[in-house]
């Protein structure tokens, strides 16, 4: 997806970038705690599929949608399968640390605002991932859903959780992956004034689509990352519009004009 970023000027002169070395060690130092972290809910196989029967039993009383709606979909046609995996491999973490680095270059005020954001959303989501391990439908038989990776490909997880010693196929709840997208799209609206800024929004609804379709990810996963997401916007205020972010003024040319490149993809929840 492209979409081209109308705020030419740059923020007032008053707000400085962080230090980008102490940047790079804070970034890198949350995504090893975040690692490590989840590996220490590993091992929990007996109660993951315990909770896996209690959130498909939810997600059944609330009338939910089933999962299988949305994978049937996909399964129709090979291209779709397999975009969806690719998706599901690829976009994860290049989106966001693309997303991240453009704010530090061009609106370091909003990239501090979202980098507590993500920092908040994803310290709660290692806390649940530790006390509710959860099993994904792709490996719940009562769901009745295939696990698209293995059987189609390209996949990021192991045969099976046991030997997977790469990644916690246990820590379902809440889907990283959504509310990481969903943070992106909200990150890009408040920091532009682009008339197309809103199709933002199409890079969580896709994602919503494929965590689902291939059965990583049960809608409630994506539910509870949107709560999450929420109180950290209610708590960590973005910063005011100026100007320079607000105000439809001079513009730059073609030429000079900011184009940003977006959803560029990573695996990992």
Known sequence: MKASTEPAKAEPAGIRRPPLVRELLLVAGLFLVYKLGRQLATGHTAEAFRNAHRVWDWERALHLPGEGAVQSVLLHRDTAIHFANTYYATVHFPATVAFLVWLYLRRPAHYVWARRVLAAVTGAALVIHLTFPLAPPRLLGEAGLIDTGQVFGPTVYGASPE?????????????????????????????????????W??????????IVGTANHYWLDAIVASALLGIALAVVHAPHRTESTASRGSRLTPADEPVLVGAGLGAGR
């Open 163 to 199: 030997a997977d010693t790469l990644s916690n196929q246990f820590a379902a709840m809440p889907s990283l992956h959504f509310g990481w997208a969903l943070m992106v799209a909200v990150g890009l609206i408040v920091a532009t004034r682009s008339r197309w800024r809103w199709l």
């Open 201 to 210: 929004l199409l890079h969580p609804l896709v994602t919503l689509l494929v």
